[in-house]
């Protein structure tokens, strides 16, 4: 008898000992049903939000140059290279002179009786029309002027930045950004680089500019009794986007 209430005894000692596992582990089920449940919430309330779309910018052309000068209202003063006409009508002159110059060479080679000399001499030519075809390569990159071209920027202009833009924590260092922070950061428009000011625009920075489409001249416009005889207004391109690239101030 004392040996059955003994054992009767244990069973019921090692069952209150299981009891809070058992406890503890029905807690952490309905706890991970909670989450299950608020998670697939969250994952509700992102499918509902209204994707951002995709932004469409419509331009022209772009180009990748340097900034020279910042005006005070929507002026930029960016640096870009033309056709120099002085420095086409030099090469063209200098061209036209040198091609008689190795005619004249020419005939006198192939006339000269002696044979040796008249090899040197061909050999002497045909060496000098090589190096007239490696000058004529050389010059023709240098037609080119640089000069400052005006630009302004249309009402709703976007300014991007391929490098992160700079921010500074509390105690005045420099942040740095995170994969994820990056990433975050980033606006989902299709846009290349991230977001900045107009203020970020520096002197001497290298970027590339989108400009605005131009609509083609109307043919065939009869003047009016209206029109003045100003002729046409100087035309100043305009920018819908300006990404800033690596290199140059920040």
């Known amino acids: ?41 969250d994952d509700e309330k992102k499918k509902d939000e209204p994707k951002k779309a995709i932004e469409k910018l419509v331009f022209g052309q772009k180009m990748v140059t340097k ?78 002027s640089k000069r400052e071209l005006e630009l302004r920027s249309v009402d709703m202009v976007k300014y991007r930045s391929i490098i992160p833009p700079i921010e500074f924590d509390d105690q005045g260092f420099e942040k740095k950004w995170t994969k994820k922070e990056l990433e975050e950061r980033r606006d ?23 400009l605005a489409k131009v609509a083609p001249p109307v043919k065939g416009k009869k003047k009016g009794p209206d029109d003045d005889d100003l002729g046409p207004m100087p035309y100043r391109p305009e920018f819908v986007m300006i990404v800033i690239l690596p290199g140059g101030p920040r």
């Open 1 to 41: 008898m004392k040996r059955s209430i003994g054992a009767v005894l244990g069973f019921l000692a090692v069952l209150i000992l299981l009891m809070p596992a058992s406890n503890a582990q029905d807690e952490k089920k309905e706890e991970k049903k909670e989450e299950k449940k608020a998670d697939k919430k």
């Open 67 to 144: 900034i020279k000068r910042i005006g005070e209202s929507r002026e930029l003063f960016v640096e870009i290279q033309e056709i120099d006409q002085k420095k086409v009508y030099d090469f063209n002159s200098w061209k036209v002179k040198r091609q008689a110059e190795l005619a004249k060479q020419q005939y006198t080679a192939q006339t000269t009786k002696d044979f040796k000399a008249r090899f040197t001499a061909l050999q002497n030519y045909q060496r000098d029309a090589g190096a007239f075809q490696g000058e004529i390569a050389k010059r023709q990159t240098q037609l080119y």
């Open 188 to 210: 989902k428009t299709g846009l290349p680089g991230f977001p900045v000011e107009a203020d970020s625009l520096k002197v001497d920075q290298t970027v590339e500019v989108y």
